[in-house]
């Protein structure tokens, strides 16, 4: 088992990162579903825990409104869990503004990105 935490604003990569490491797929509803389910669902104060399967790998995730982190675990396979707690170790370190810029895998899926434009020197 493996558990930890990482900040809030990386949660969507977090949660693609590890259904992508678990072999199942993770679409824009899915995460519409999850970020409601532990972040904005109303309820009266209090942590909110959220148990999420990827594949046949469920998560537990934990959030405290107004505390800026998300904890996690699992338990599974030790190869997936070794990933998944790389992966925490990474996020918890990296800056809040570190993945502005960057699209989400499904929000990719969602809509194409435009093709680069190439400048031609005169």
């Known amino acids: 088992m493996v558990s930890g935490w990482f900040p809030e604003e990386h949660f969507r990569y977090f949660v693609e990162a590890v259904a992508s490491y678990a072999g199942v797929a993770f679409d824009r509803d899915d995460w519409i579903g999850l970020e409601y389910d532990l972040i904005r669902?109303?309820?009266?104060?209090?942590?909110?825990?959220?148990?999420?399967?990827?594949?046949?790998?469920p998560v537990t995730f934990s959030h405290e409104p107004g505390d800026g982190v998300i904890a996690f675990s699992l338990n599974a396979d030790?190869?997936?869990?070794?990933?998944?707690?790389t992966l925490a170790d990474v996020l918890a370190d990296a800056a809040p503004d570190a993945f502005d810029g960057v699209r989400s895998?499904?929000?990719?899926?969602?809509?194409?990105?435009?093709?680069?434009q190439r400048r031609l020197r005169p």
């Not at 030790?78 to 707690?85: F, G, K, P, S, W």
């Not at 895998?105 to 680069?116: F, K, M």
Request: no cysteine.
């Open 41 to 57: 669902r109303e309820q009266p104060e209090g942590e909110r825990v959220v148990v999420w399967p990827f594949g046949t790998q």
């Open 78 to 85: 030790r190869a997936l869990e070794l990933r998944v707690e």
């Open 105 to 116: 895998a499904a929000d990719a899926a969602e809509q194409p990105a435009a093709p680069a």
